[in-house]
């Protein structure tokens, strides 16, 4: 395959701390342009550079508010405090406001703008103060204290390590790390078994020993002076949600879609992505661009009909995307690259190529992501619907939600003195979940981050479009948890009070339409057109996976897919996990040179 990337609009953060610059200063801002792309040095105050004594700070914009004059770094007025920001802040406006009356400058009306100034206000609480979606990095300059944190859901990723010289760093994204260390990272061992068992590696673990994630809400305190570390998390503050849904729900959407730039929706046939469609519909002066996904021969995973049924009746513009199953093998090298981490969602691949078509048109898309984990919408909540004792629904929902169950992971990897065994912390508290408020807390916390909004945000930015989520919205977010169980699922009957809600101004087929998952149709394209692919990627002379999952299982596996069971999704974690080891064959370090020399 190809292994040809392009450096696209990406709109990340990274730096690192603690490497003393003084004589090697120019070596180390190499260092830093290399991670953030084509980056123009014109002295320590302009965009996209911060360097000092102990810090480098460096940015790659995607421009979305005040296109002209939103450079970062983002300094106070005495550049004593400095920011890197990736997200949007939506509650800018008010607190722009609240800043100027307390006497702040702002020179620029991009959003980020306000952070170094709310943070000589309000301190490592201002993060409470946020309604937004980031991944920020804080330096005071004076204290020597660098501050790390992303918002309460978990939307915008963070990664950071601390190397063997005692540099910390930290990025947007794995690979950006990687280049500040031409020693490779090591793999460990247990995010494989922790892949295959929860279909992607949950945070804060990596597929890297050193390397670790943020999770939702964490605020990380690097202090220079002792190189000690201070975890702390905080909760937005939230006010009382008194309005009825719709005006609630349209005002979330509209603060969503601030933006200098055009803003366009990605919808399927469900019920989340068209409430977004309907609240932007009725709020913007033009139609809105809508985008989704089908496929060349029409399936019952192909959602065009509905999509294009909704936009019709807000008079949107519908484009729809094909995502021919010929150019998934080589595409999924290509998304796993952007990704960082195995990750087994198959929506990856048609959300890859939507966003491909998104670029063409917007800069800014809204979806429907989210829903489901905080109001009950997942079909394996149903277990929880049950009276057949806590002991039996709480083993058929962990089955539904696992890949692989533990006695299946012990016959397939050869990794020895239980190396392969998941990470402590989410499997302890996966066992500990009794109710289905827990399951839902359990998958918010773990499995919505890294197993949906790690492909949300990169595979968008990856095409230089921004993606945001209203039902994350801490608002949002806040009426969800009110909720009662039966206000979320009755008989079988999922999102009860969503749909209610949404029954007073949504179409009743709508409201009335089953759930389903935005997929594509691998059944069986892997016994027909993926066929001789899959066979020759996962046991040809040259495959890695081999050497940690015993060949005999993966062909029984194979086997039982080809006469006729359904081991679809099995088979493509492992496609994916092969795929993500043969990326580490090379150096990341080159990956990232033939991008950008592309």
């Known amino acids: 395959m190809s292994r040809v990337f392009f450096l696209r609009g990406v709109f990340k953060i990274c730096g690192i701390v603690g490497f003393h610059i003084k004589g090697d200063r120019y070596q180390s801002y190499v260092k830093l342009k290399k991670c953030t792309g084509s980056l123009v040095h014109r002295g320590p105050d302009s965009e996209g550079i911060y360097l000092d004594d102990f810090m480098a700070l460096g940015m790659r914009r995607l421009s979305i508010r005040d296109l002209a004059f ?7 007025e005495r550049k004593n405090v400095v920011v890197v920001f990736n997200g949007e802040i939506y509650n800018n406006d008010r607190l722009r406001c609240w800043l100027e009356s307390r006497g702040h400058t702002i020179d620029s009306q991009s959003d980020g703008a306000i952070l170094p100034h709310l943070y000589e206000e309000k301190g490592e609480r201002l993060f409470e103060e946020l309604d937004g979606m980031f991944a920020l990095a804080i330096w005071d300059a004076e204290k020597k204290i660098l501050l790390l944190s992303v918002d309460s859901a978990g939307i915008k990723p963070l990664y950071y390590t601390i190397q063997s010289d005692n540099e910390f760093v930290f990025a947007s994204e794995i690979k950006t790390i990687h280049q500040f260390d031409k020693r490779p990272f090591e793999l460990d061992p247990s995010a494989i078994g922790s892949y295959l068992l929860f279909k ?30 201070v975890r702390k998390y905080f909760q937005p503050h939230v006010s009382t949600i008194t309005d009825p849904f719709k005006e609630f729900f349209y005002e979330q959407v509209r603060t969503t879609m601030l933006s200098d730039v055009k803003v366009g929706c990605i919808a399927s046939g469900g019920l989340d992505s068209n409430l977004v469609l309907k609240a932007m519909a009725e709020q913007m002066d033009e139609p809105v661009p809508v985008f989704t996904v089908g496929y060349p021969i029409e399936t019952e995973d192909d959602e065009r009909i509905y999509a294009q049924q909704m936009t019709k009746e807000v008079n949107g513009h519908f484009h729809s995307v094909l995502l021919n199953p010929l150019e998934v093998p080589e595409m999924l090298e290509e998304v796993i690259w952007h990704l960082d981490e195995p990750n087994q969602d198959p929506i990856t691949l048609p959300y890859y190529a939507l966003m491909r078509e998104v670029k063409e048109h917007c800069k800014v898309v809204l979806t429907g992501d989210g829903s489901d984990e905080f109001f009950g919408g997942y079909s394996r909540f149903h277990h929880w619907d049950k009276n057949v004792g806590l002991d039996v629904t709480q083993s058929q929902y962990i089955s539904d939600l696992l890949l692989f169950s533990d006695t299946q992971l012990k016959e397939i990897l050869i990794l020895q003195n239980n190396a392969w065994e998941p990470y402590a912390e989410p499997i302890q508290q996966l066992n500990q979940v009794r109710s289905l408020k827990g399951a839902m807390e359990w998958e918010q916390k773990f499995r919505l981050p890294s197993y949906h909004l790690n492909r949300v945000d990169k595979l968008s930015m990856a095409w230089g479009v921004e993606a945001r989520v209203p039902f994350l919205r801490p608002s949002m977010i806040a009426q969800a948890r009110l909720l009662s169980t039966g206000d979320l699922r009755i008989d ?32 069986g394209w892997m016994r027909d057109q993926w066929k001789n692919w899959i066979y020759e990627t996962l046991f040809s002379s040259n495959s890695i996976i081999c050497n940690f999952v015993h060949k005999n299982s993966l062909l029984s596996i194979w086997n039982m897919h080809q006469k006729g069971a359904d081991y679809s999704h099995h088979l493509w974690s492992f496609i994916v996990l092969e795929t993500f080891l043969q990326l580490q064959k090379g150096s990341f370090n080159s990956l990232y040179q033939d991008q950008r020399a592309g």
């Open 70 to 76: 939103g450079e970062q770094p983002y300094y106070n």
């Open 200 to 229: 992607s590696i949950p945070t804060p673990y990596t597929p890297y020993k050193k390397i670790r994630k943020l999770k939702p809400g964490e605020v990380l305190i690097y202090k220079t002076q002792d190189q000690k570390l």
């Open 492 to 523: 079988g009957v999922e999102k009860v009070w969503l749909k209610d809600q949404a029954s007073q101004f949504m179409p009743r087929w709508l409201i009335e339409r089953k759930k389903k998952p935005f997929t594509f149709p691998m059944q």
